[in-house]
Nanobody, 131 residues
């Protein structure tokens, strides 16, 4: 079991940047490195959308086509934290961004299609891109 807390959201103009953070508090026998980590987002009136995922040690990344080349996911296992660096933000990036953790997920791309019943989720942090 892991509790996730996101931070770093806010309002930014188009073309700007934000860095989201997700700090994990691990309560089970597992360590933070036991979890594949990811970011999802949900815009108002739309379905939840996969954004990015990163492997246990941070050696592999997978991105949604809509953010590829603009967003970067990375993690600091010593700090139990995963980040999402968002550059060249556009109004369509406006959404609540959620951090997620999975101990059973192995294929990062597969996570973009189907989650797991015991995935852990943060409460989200709001990102608004507007002029």
């Amino acid at each position: 079991q892991v509790q996730l807390t996101e931070s770093g959201g806010g309002t930014v103009q188009p073309g700007g940047s934000l860095r989201l953070s997700c700090r994990a508090s691990v309560r089970s026998e597992r360590t933070f490195r036991s979890y594949v980590m990811g970011w999802f987002r949900q815009a108002s009136g739309k379905e939840r959308e996969f954004v990015a995922a990163i492997s246990h040690g941070g050696g592999s990344e997978y991105y949604a086509d809509s953010v590829k080349g603009r967003f970067t996911i990375f993690r600091d296992n010593a700090q139990n934290t995963v980040y999402l660096q968002m550059n060249t933000l556009a109004p369509e990036d406006t959404a609540v961004y959620y951090c997620a953790a999975s101990w059973r997920q192995r294929n990062l791309a597969g996570w973009s299609y189907m989650g797991n019943s015991d995935d852990s989720w943060g409460l989200g942090t709001q990102v608004v891109v507007s002029s």
